[in-house]
């Protein structure tokens, strides 16, 4: 059973607006949720994290979410660019209890921002 | 750039062949993994090293099997690979529990 859901494959956005991208999970174990952005033919880029202790952490144009109660945490680029496309992945993990802090990945979220 | 070299980056090969894929590391980072990237699945954790000679399964590691003899280098084999192995390989370090993984390129490796 999916531990960290991305129900939308994708997204479609102008220039200029807001992206805004989902993320669900499910284990209340996980205390450290991250970012990474995804071009084709590279490896996911780390973007941006949040501790479960904080429930908002902003780094430039991204900001992103966590609201432990609905076990969901958000991504928000303000404003968009056309660079930002790309595919995101949210991931989390649980740093104390065994599992070493590994993590567990959602699917991801194609994003398109249209200039 | 994160310092980590993967090898090689793309690779052809038959059914039942042995395949051994490189990660190379110069950040001194104790942990690294290797995950699989297929569509509809995300990535996926195959194994992990949190030290020399100390490795662990992940998700998915039925037919896949790892090596850390030094700190920098970390090899996945697969024994005897089957189609089903057809996949992009991402190989990632981590300096700490508190410190996000970073991610080397991939191999994109095609099982005939």
């Known amino acids: 059973d999916q531990q960290v859901k991305q129900n939308s494959p994708s997204l479609s956005v102008q220039e200029g607006r807001i992206s805004i991208l989902n993320c669900d999970y499910t284990?209340?174990?996980?205390?450290?949720f991250l970012w990474y952005k995804k071009y084709p033919a590279e490896g996911p880029t780390f973007l941006i994290s949040i501790s479960s202790i904080k429930d908002k952490n902003e780094d430039g144009r991204f900001t992103v979410f966590l609201n432990k109660s609905a076990k969901h945490l958000s991504l928000h680029i303000v404003p968009s660019q056309p660079g930002d496309s790309a595919v995101y992945f949210c991931a989390a993990s649980a740093r104390v209890g065994g599992s070493q802090g590994n993590l567990i990945f959602g699917k991801g979220t194609k994003l398109s921002v249209k200039p | 750039d994160a310092g980590i070299t993967q090898s090689p980056r793309h690779k052809v090969t038959e059914t039942g062949t042995p395949v051994t894929l490189r990660c190379h590391q110069t950040?001194?980072?104790?942990?690294m993994y290797w995950y699989r990237q297929d569509p509809g699945h995300g990535l996926r954790l195959i194994h992990y090293s949190y030290g020399v000679k100390d490795t662990d399964k992940g998700e998915v590691s039925d037919g896949y099997s790892v090596s850390r003899s030094k700190t920098e280098d970390f090899l996945l084999t697969l024994e005897s690979a089957t189609s089903s192995q057809t996949s992009v390989y991402f190989c990632?370090?981590?300096?700490?529990?508190?410190?996000?993984?970073?991610f080397g390129d991939g191999t994109r490796l095609s099982i005939l």
């Open positions: 950040e001194n980072h104790r942990y």
């Open positions: 284990n209340s174990m996980f205390d450290y």
């Open positions: 990632a370090i981590r300096d700490s529990l508190g410190q996000p993984q970073h």
